[in-house]
């Protein structure tokens, strides 16, 4: 049976689609991951019901699917949560044991097996074959290579304090780490492992999207209420779109629409879904999705965008269409990454 794949993996969230056109579609699934109740919430598109809850481990985040889609990895960690304000010394210590990478096989729907990760793991990308995958470890201020076959750590690059959004870049000769602490992103030379250099791009930087030809990024400026526009080639920022007061509007992800578009920001305490117009690198528009959205995925169709809600423990279902909420699914607890996987 022929079977066309195509994947997005920007932001901290995934999408795989597509059928040879002699099938019937036979709709999709959306995977959330619940950093607080350490399991997987699984919705199935037909009903926009929840049929399943599987244990992952501790504080489930990143979560990206094989170029495949059989297999689903999970970033896990046993560090506990230190949001901004909080003393850090007051907090229990880290249980490294739970620290690694969840690997859930689909069709069994379990996970198999949690392989070392680097210190507290956060989010990572996968490279195209599938073979290879780049960790940001948030503790330990670098990126972890993890050879898949293998299923252990090859070796890890410093590139930066609190590293979180990771991606590589399209040809798979760049990874780009966004660093909080650092106000950066550090592009590390995939072959070498060698830290070419960092780019300043504005106060705690997250996530990281290119466009299909690799260049521009856009990587959002969390605290500034930004997202800056970086020339990839030339490794300098060319422009800063504003999108709202710093502080109020919060961005948190950034994902290319699959014609790349419309580039679409989740703003966390902003509570609404941005859209970019890529030719222009101009507000489109914005609207109210709901508390905190963080991770985000879109549907196969491209029609309908999901975003984690973590506060109100909730998915919001968006028509994009008409730029409304049609439905808010119930989660466990705090969801913040999402994949959309066509059914097996």
């Known amino acids: 049976m022929s079977r066309l794949l ?9 999408f795989l689609s597509g059928c040879s056109t002699s099938e019937k579609p036979k709709g999709y699934r959306v995977y959330v991951t619940n950093e607080s109740s350490g399991d997987m919430t699984i919705i199935d598109s037909e009903t926009m019901e929840v049929t399943g809850n599987v244990p992952l481990g501790k504080r489930p985040r ?4 094989s170029p495949d889609g059989l297999t689903i990895y999970v970033a896990l960690s046993g560090t506990p949560p230190a949001p901004p304000g909080v003393d850090e010394s007051t907090l229990p210590p880290p249980d490294k044991s739970a620290d690694g990478i969840g690997i859930f096989d689909i069709k069994q729907g379990k996970v198999l097996k949690v392989i070392q990760g680097g210190s507290d793991p956060e989010n990572f990308d996968i490279s195209q074959d599938g073979k290879m995958l780049y960790v940001s470890n948030e503790d330990a201020s670098g990126v972890t290579y993890i050879d ?8 890890s690059v410093k590139t930066g304090e609190e590293p979180e959004g990771v991606r590589l870049t399209p040809d798979g000769k760049q ?9 950066t992103v550090g592009v590390v030379d995939v072959a070498s492992a060698k830290l070419l250099t960092k780019i300043k791009v504005g106060h705690r930087p997250r996530t990281i999207a290119f466009m299909p030809g690799g260049s521009p990024a856009y990587v959002n400026a969390e605290n500034d209420g930004t997202v800056v526009v970086v020339d990839a080639a030339k490794q300098e920022v060319v422009k800063t779109i504003q999108l709202g007061e710093a502080g109020v509007i919060k961005p948190m992800g950034v994902l290319l629409a699959p014609d790349a578009s419309k580039l679409y920001v989740t703003t966390g305490r902003g509570h609404k879904l941005f859209i ?6 101009e507000v489109k528009g914005s609207f109210e999705v709901g508390q905190r959205p963080w991770g ?7 029609k309908t965008m999901f975003t984690a809600n973590g506060p109100s423990n909730d998915i919001s279902v968006v028509d994009l269409a008409t730029q409304a909420v049609i439905k808010k699914i119930k989660c466990t607890g705090s ?5 959309v996987l066509p059914k097996l």
């Open 6 to 14: 195509f994947s997005l993996v920007l932001g901290g969230a995934v």
């Open 62 to 65: 990143g979560i990206h699917a």
């Open 148 to 155: 898949l076959v293998a299923l252990k750590v090859i070796q």
């Open 175 to 183: 990874v780009w780490v966004t660093s909080e602490a650092e106000s």
């Open 276 to 281: 970019i117009d890529t030719a222009t690198n």
């Open 296 to 302: 985000m995925a879109l549907s196969p169709d491209a």
């Open 335 to 339: 969801p913040w990454g999402i994949v």
